[in-house]
């Protein structure tokens, strides 16, 4: 029972920092154990390797995508310093200008690139290697091998002990930013919302949801889920709809006329309460790890086409803002369609564990009111940063 608790992909989450800390902390213990049980000369340089490729990132894609990183840049700089210490020593200037020469290959290389960390450890592997220039090639065996050691253990421990996976973050943040965007759009839609929301805080943080959606798309790459053209089009479609719902709630009339004209469509209200409704729903569904099921039907605008396209003022201008206020949720009805079906490809997405485990956090299903208004959101598994 403890154990799956452990195990449980809400608990994780919900604790991932002190869970870090506790990977981080047992993880040089067992470094230093190491160092200290087998006499290895220069030790220290493990205990720093292992708390570099574990640094501030708390999920298994981000370690092994830098461990991978870093281990690459260690033996190619390993191997550069060695080569450069086995050189004649009757020429001394060619262990300097050698050791500069690879640095700035290497830089030049990764330079503006996501390897960049792999090019910064294989310059600084190569200056431990070849040091003061004493040409010690046992002393640079040693530190290399710290290296290693430490970078292997810090990924050892991300695996095995209560591993946080990118892809569950990339879960609940798009969960949170999916129920988010319905509450924004419920806000827009009805009148009786509460009046003390704060739609500009809540599009801020769907925002910052985004560009942490994006940082993380190299280490759920890495943990072999989910491929980058599949994540960049999970975020481009938020991103757009997010957008879609601003330019919404950002919606103004220049005359009493026009808004009159939006009130009058019988059935509009409904289709964009069932509309923020089914949105919940996607981000129960995602949040829980259930197949995504939601049908999102296309909005019904023929039957305001006259009163779109016939809307005047009292001076007998044509008015456009109707027809464009409808257009807007056409095109979110459109994109929420979009989103579900990406959803729904992505095959390893759903999640036994999740569906067995929701019930005793409180998680389900948003329920329609009376009003045939959608209820409050679902609470958020990741607390608003």
Same mark, same amino acid.
């Given at each position: 029972?403890?154990?799956? %608790? ?22 040089? =213990? ?5 160092? &200290? ?5 220069? !030790?220290?340089?493990?205990?720093? @390797? ?16 830098? !461990? ?6 260690? +033996? ?22 050698? @050791? ?28 431990? +290697? ?17 290296? +290693? ?7 050892? #421990? ?19 930013? #999916? ?10 839609? @009805?009148?009786? *919302? ?11 943080? =769907? ?50 006329? !026009? ?11 409904? &289709? ?21 099921? +939601? ?7 023929? %039957? ?9 003022? &009292? ?20 994109? *929420? ?12 997405? /759903? *999640?036994?564990?999740?569906?067995? %485990? ?14 045939? &208004?959608? /209820?409050?959101?679902?609470?958020? #598994?990741?607390?608003?940063?």
């Amino acid at each position: 029972m403890i154990l799956a %608790r452990l195990r449980d992909p809400y608990f994780t989450h919900r604790h991932r920092r002190p869970l870090h800390v506790l990977r981080v902390i047992l993880a040089l =213990c067992i470094t230093f154990g190491v160092i &200290q049980i087998f006499p290895i000369p220069h !030790g220290g340089w493990a205990l720093v @390797s292992t708390v570099m490729v574990m640094g501030n990132l708390p999920h298994i894609g981000g370690v092994l995508d830098k !461990g991978r990183q870093r281990l690459f840049g260690t +033996v190619l700089g390993a191997i550069w310093g060695l080569l450069l210490i086995l050189t004649p020593k009757t020429i001394p200037l060619l262990l300097p200008l050698g @050791s500069l020469l690879g640095i700035a290959w290497v830089t030049w290389l990764s330079f503006g690139k996501r390897y960049g960390y792999g090019g910064l450890m294989f310059a600084i592997t190569l200056l431990l +290697v070849v040091g003061d220039g004493s040409r010690d090639f046992e002393l640079a065996l040693w530190r290399s091998f710290d290296v +290693v050691l430490g970078t292997l253990i810090g990924i050892a #421990v991300t695996i095995l002990v209560l591993p946080h996976k990118a892809t569950d973050m990339l879960r609940f943040m798009l969960a949170d930013n #999916v129920d988010r965007m319905a509450q924004l759009f419920h806000a827009h839609t @009805s009148a009786t *919302s509460a009046p003390d929301m704060d739609t500009r805080e809540l599009l801020k943080r =769907c925002t910052g949801l985004l560009i942490k959606q994006r940082n993380l798309v190299d280490a759920i790459h890495r943990e072999r889920r989910l491929h980058r053209t599949e994540l960049d089009d999970l975020i481009s479609l938020q991103r757009r709809m997010l957008s879609t719902i601003e330019l919404l709630l950002e919606t103004h009339w220049n005359t009493r006329e !026009g808004h009159e004209q939006i009130e009058a469509m019988l059935g509009l209200r409904e &289709q964009q309460h069932n509309l923020a409704h089914n949105l919940a729903a996607v981000a129960y569904q995602v949040r829980t790890g259930q197949p995504i099921d +939601v049908e999102i039907p296309p909005f019904a605008l023929e %039957r305001h086409a006259d009163l779109a396209t016939g809307a005047q003022a &009292q001076d007998g201008r044509q008015l456009f803002s109707p027809s464009g206020y409808l257009w807007l949720n056409r095109e979110l009805a459109r994109l *929420s369609r979009d989103l579900i079906h990406h959803l729904g490809r992505l095959e390893r997405l /759903p *999640s036994h564990r999740l569906r067995k %485990r929701a019930l005793r956090h409180g998680l389900r299903a948003p329920a329609r009111t009376h009003t045939g &208004q959608p /209820p409050e959101g679902e609470p958020d #598994v990741q607390k608003p940063s």
